[in-house]
């Protein structure tokens, strides 16, 4: 199945499942039972390249394989593979079980992106892309068997016609091949854009039919498969309010009637009741009924996007199975159609909000789970250096700052060691002597902690003491400041030595802190 770039989906043979592909090419399954995330690959986008079409396969003919480093063959009974087609042109058979990509398909392949994949008889797949080819391949060897040009119209979307073994390939124009001998059976003209939809169905087990819709064009076609000719007519078309998205028909074994589905670019769905024998070409048919989700909140009233919709997974006759949401969050339900209305509007909790309820906080895969950290220190290991006792009526009152709650915590101390009691500032001293900021070094050196001082400069490396008494002696001479200073250290008195620089001031052997104060 190929769509739109921003919209690759299928659901799997069985129904449980759902595939969706993302535009930045991921892949995610989600179970449609209890609408949970059930797996994700991220693709090599340097080997492989990301994802651009897929298609769920589920049964191979086991292959006897000589390699020693091989592993099981493709088929176990009940295996469930994605085929997957890449923007590099490259096949992969994803394993549902495994959760991984098992094979890549050998050959050439495309020489650009892959825009559709198709199943054929006999464990044959049936890959198109930008390149204008169609290539036919083994799922028994893994290997390419074959290929053939379709252009010069870009294909983007293929469907297999099993009765009459032939191939439709859509593009602007919608062309039937024949998959024995690659001959050109038929032409449809009707699109103006490129076809990025296409459904089949049979109808009386002899007349063969194909569903399309274009990436640009409100109008959903229907074309009658057999025979030859050129520049065929559609056999009708439906309206939409807007460009499809997602397309699904089925035979109706009890009125006889076709139904088809289309959900739209603006999340709604049209359904579609169609009597093939008393139809139409020249009038165009309306929806019979339009299904649309809206939010139950009690403020704004939102509507919910439908994502996806089909006819054959649905769990009773005359229902129709369809998800909405987002990429991330989406719920599916199975609806029975209300035909006596032209509109029908179904109200329910946004699935984001839904799931992150029933998930709470723990609940892996949410914002709320990545936001939240459990502590890593027990209270009991805590060790308060003071405490605050308050009474019932000051407690508003007194509430103790930031930085004081942090200075007020004392974690794991050991009992011979005691906590630096005084700040040190040269880590801000040393960014003020860089960026040459007044306003940061006045904020460093207007402090009166004797502690303070004496730590900073005993941290500052010996190099940058020649520009602090150079600042220290520009702000000396300001009328406005008072300078006090003290002997704080003398090199004479420990193993330092003296410094060349500071010999032409005659403080060789002394080091002067200054401070001030207003």
Known sequence: MSASDAHVSEYSPDGKLFANIDVQGILRIFDTDTSELKQEYTPNLHLSGPCSALLWIVTFTSVERKSKKARTSLNGAGALYIALGTTKGLVSLYSYAEAKVERCLKGDGHAGRITALEQGDLGKLFSCGEDCKVIEWSLTSEKQLL???????????????????????????????????????????????EVNLMRKFVFEENKEYAVTASRMERITCLWEIGGQGKNCPPFCALLMEDVAYCLTCQMDEESNALQIASVTRSGVIHIYLIEIKSVRAEKPIKPKLTISVASDSTTVIEPISVIAATFQHSQRPNEILFNYGDRHFMLFEHLKPNFGEKMQVLIRTKPRNLIKQISGTKAKGTDAALKILNPIIDDRQVDHKSSVTLGKRNKKSADLSLESRLQNLNLDIRENKTAPQAECKVHLLLQSLHSKDAVLLRSVLCTNDVKTIQLTVQKLPTRYIGTLIDELTLLMHQKHVKVRYELVKDFSSNSLEPIDGFRSRGIAKQIWTLYWYY
């Open 147 to 193: 290929s053939w040009s379709v252009g010069p119209e870009k294909p983007s979307s293929l469907a297999y016609m099993s009765a009459s073994k032939s191939l439709v390939v859509g593009s602007r124009q919608i062309k039937v091949f024949s998959v024995e001998t690659r001959e050109l059976l038929q032409t449809f003209t009707g699109h103006t854009s």
